[in-house]
């Protein structure tokens, strides 16, 4: 437990947005902020950061920190009137003291928070759909890390959108790393106007920049960080399509809030639903799970 024992405990960061540390009994934690609903941290019980932060990321809205797991909704990507991923990592989060109950499978343990995201009046001048978003950020006993998104349409049509946890893992060196589960799978490619593709490697390795959405996917992705001996599994329910980013050096030049060198020490690979986005009818609720777990490996 953390020095006042709590497996919960609210801080301030230093632009004054609350912020929640889970902390489990083996000493694992990880930092959510009320600013985007978004992870910043998890560490494990030897207090290794696990997520990528770059060391130039702006803590102030409305940007959303160059790091961790920003949550991309109601969009993914860049379309209309919408700014870039959504505005949801934009937007200030609250606690929700008195959530509805979860599935009796999504028992927790002591350290998680329920957050709740509801549109202001300028977002629905945006967006003109009325919605309730539920995450809920646990720390199991054994360290693993798992967002559990409830969505509910409130309002009295039927609306659509699409969803991506954007998680930037921290890496040793992108020439080290692989991933796995997504062989065979099609995927549009960012980087040719989101053309069509199919892979045809038994795995993801990186020599260049790749910004992708693999359509599809089993629900077990696999990311092995040869030189750090250890593999990072993402398991997924209801995000069926994988993102799979790394801006590589000349993008990395380009952007503000990330370091030249930065793309060499992280990797996203993000559970999302971008194909086919999610319509709910009116007072229908959509549940979306992505479950982090990091082991050793030789
Ligand atoms: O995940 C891929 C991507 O869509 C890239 O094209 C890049 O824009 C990245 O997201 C980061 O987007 P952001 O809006 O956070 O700078």
Known sequence: MNNSGLAVEVSKDRNGADQILLRNPRGAS??????????LSWRTDRGEELLFTSSKAIFKPPYAVRGGIPICFPQFGQ?????????ARNRTWIIDENPPPLHPNDA?????????????????????????????VNLTADGNLSLISRIRNINCKPFSFSIAYH??????????????????????????????????????TFESEVDRVYLGSRDAIAIFDHERKRTFFIKKEGLPDVGVWNPWEKKSKAMVDFGDEEYKQMLC??????????????????????ELSVVPSS
């Open 269 to 290: 690979v993000n559970g999302a639903a971008v194909e086919k986005p999610i319509t709910l009818k009116p007072g229908e609720e959509w549940t979306g799970r992505l």
């Open 167 to 204: 998680t930037y893992f921290s890496i040793s060196d992108i020439s080290e790393v692989r991933v796995e589960g997504l062989e065979t799978l099609d995927y549009l490619d960012n980087l040719y106007q989101r053309e069509r593709f199919t892979e045809q490697g038994d795995a993801l």
């Open 30 to 39: 990880a930092k959510v902020s009320l600013h985007g609903g978004q992870v």
């Open 108 to 136: 927790c343990g002591k350290a998680y928070i329920d957050l709740l995201l509801k549109p202001s009046e300028d977002d629905l001048k945006i967006w003109p759909h009325s919605f309730e978003f539920r995450l809920r």
């Open 79 to 87: 379309r209309g009137s919408l700014e870039q991923h959504g505005f």
